[in-house]
Structure formats: structure tokens, C-alpha cells
């Protein structure tokens, strides 16, 4: 069954913009929610996440080009990503945190509901 599913991927140039959005019955505005990406060969890292009070955290490879915000009342994670390069292109995934937590963490192993990614290619 399908508990995240992310949209808003696609192709832009350098420089540009995108805005992914997330949202599924496995969204929780309790429990951290964030955004990762995979690349070929690689582990999915952590680009974002934010917290059941709005608190947000960031990769330092993002910071001050990438947004995450929510919207809980219609149950949407969403990541405004600005400025994009061509190490941006990747595989997004949006994921909900396995625990209830003070703070957010970006590693993978701490999230345990998933979609299934949107691409986004950086040329």
C-alpha cells in the first residue's frame, strides 16, 4: 500500500528552481517528516527535516538553498529547492521518522515510512 507519495520533480538548469510536495496516510504532524535523496551507487542521504513544531533542519549541502515547510492541515510536506547545480540531481524521497523525538535527525535508519521518490535532474 502507499504511505508517501512525492510529486513536483522534473528537469530544470542550474541555477533554477523546484518544489516537491509529499503527502500520504503515513504523514504525521507529530513526528518529524523529512526529505532525502539517492543517487546511483550511493546512500540516500539527508537533506531535510522538520519537526512537529516547525523546526527545521537542514544538510549543510542545502542550507540556504533549500526550504522544507508543511502544511498539517492537508497533511503536506513540501521542499522549495532554489538555486539548483547538477550535484543536486538525484532520486527524492519524503519519510516519516520511526519515533516521536525532541529534534530531528537526517539519517535514514530513524525513518520507517517512505514514498517512492520523484526525480530531479540538474543540468
Known amino acids: 500500500h502507499v504511505q508517501l507519495v512525492e510529486s513536483g520533480g522534473g528537469s530544470v538548469q542550474a541555477g533554477g528552481s523546484l518544489r516537491l510536495s509529499c503527502a500520504g496516510s503515513?504523514?504525521?504532524?507529530?513526528?518529524?517528516m523529512g526529505w532525502f535523496r539517492q543517487t546511483p551507487g550511493q546512500e540516500r542521504e539527508g537533506v531535510a527535516a522538520?519537526?512537529?513544531?516547525?523546526?527545521?533542519y537542514y544538510a549543510d549541502s542545502v542550507k540556504g538553498r533549500f526550504t522544507i515547510s508543511k502544511d498539517d492541515a492537508k497533511n503536506t510536506l513540501y521542499l522549495q529547492m532554489n538555486s539548483l547545480n547538477t550535484e543536486d540531481t538525484a532520486l527524492y524521497y519524503c519519510?516519516?521518522?520511526?519515533?516521536?523525538?525532541?529534534?530531528?535527525?537526517?539519517?535514514?535508519?530513524?525513518?520507517?515510512?517512505w514514498g517512492q521518490g520523484t526525480q530531479v535532474t540538474v543540468s
Open positions: 519519510a516519516r521518522d520511526r519515533a516521536h523525538r525532541i529534534g530531528c535527525v537526517l539519517s535514514r535508519t530513524e525513518y520507517n515510512a
Open positions: 503515513a504523514y504525521r504532524y507529530s513526528r518529524c
Open positions: 522538520i519537526d512537529s513544531d516547525g523546526r527545521t
